[in-house]
Nanobody, 122 residues
Framework: QAQLVESGGGSVQAGGSLRLSCATS????????MGWFRQAPGKEREGVAT???????MYADFVTGRFTISQDNAKNTLYLQMNSLKPEDTAMYYC????????????????WGEGNQVSVSS
């Protein structure tokens, strides 16, 4: 099964930037979806952004214009560029893979990384 390893998290001040990376094992799915989710204490896990095997992206309303999801197929790596960070972005961020078409529902994704903490101070 796919193995995912996240990196790039940390603590920044509001308005700062971070780039998360998710290195994955090789996969041969003809169609797939890669996504970022986040979960803050006391809150449900929520979808942040997804990108499918055709490069089509989707974003949650709360990050549109600030975050960018991308992938490097040659490196089997998923990225999340986060700009203009806000304290409410503080959460554990997870990358995930779904074997078929994209979904914003976390339960639809089969493979998950361990998570990477992002903390934004005001």
């Amino acid at each position: 099964q796919a193995q995912l390893v996240e990196s790039g998290g940390g603590s920044v001040q509001a308005g700062g930037s971070l780039r998360l990376s998710c290195a994955t094992s090789q996969y041969t799915y003809s169609r797939y979806c890669m996504g970022w989710f986040r979960q803050a204490p006391g809150k449900e896990r929520e979808g942040v952004a997804t990108i499918d095997s055709d490069g089509i992206t989707m974003y949650a309303d709360f990050v549109t214009g600030r975050f960018t999801i991308s992938q490097d197929n040659a490196k089997n790596t998923l990225y999340l560029q986060m700009n203009s960070l806000k304290p409410e972005d503080t959460a554990m961020y997870y990358c995930a893979i779904r074997r078929t078409y994209c979904s914003r529902i976390s339960g639809d994704f089969e493979y998950w990384g361990e998570g990477n903490q992002v903390s934004v101070s005001s």
